[in-house]
């Protein structure tokens, strides 16, 4: 499968934003979808992973009542959806997809080539 992420880019400190990742060459309904980044000088870290039915989805604490993740199959896109961003949330966002979604980065195989958001102060 390939992946695409955009949507990134630069904000001010309590708004927001939406990355789009869409994906093409297999049937995107196979993939359980996750979302990660990676803040510069920062090893990649897990944000948000959804099943391939969206009915089971984990959060970062870092994250959690602020982001969104969610799909759509039929367009073959997960989305996620970040509210109230911080400074702190600044880094490059990648999707990534397997078969069952993991909230550890090396698990996956198949990789977005990422999105970059800033978030200024």
């Known amino acids: 499968v390939q992946l695409q992420a955009f949507g990134g880019g630069l904000v001010q400190a309590g708004g927001f934003l939406r990355l789009s990742c869409a994906a093409s060459g297999r049937t995107f309904s196979s993939y359980g979808m996750g979302w990660f980044r990676q803040a510069p000088g920062k090893e990649r870290e897990f944000v948000a992973t959804i099943s391939r039915s969206g009915g089971s989805i984990y959060y970062a604490d870092s994250v959690k009542g602020r982001f969104t993740i969610s799909r759509d199959n039929a367009k073959s896109t997960v989305y996620l959806q970040m509210n109230s961003l911080k400074p702190e949330d600044t880094a490059v966002y990648y999707c990534?997809?397997?078969?069952?979604?993991?909230?550890?980065?090396?698990?996956?195989?198949?990789w977005g080539q990422g999105t970059k958001l800033t978030v200024s102060s």
């Open positions: 990534a997809a397997r078969y069952n979604s993991d909230v550890r980065p090396r698990a996956y195989d198949n």
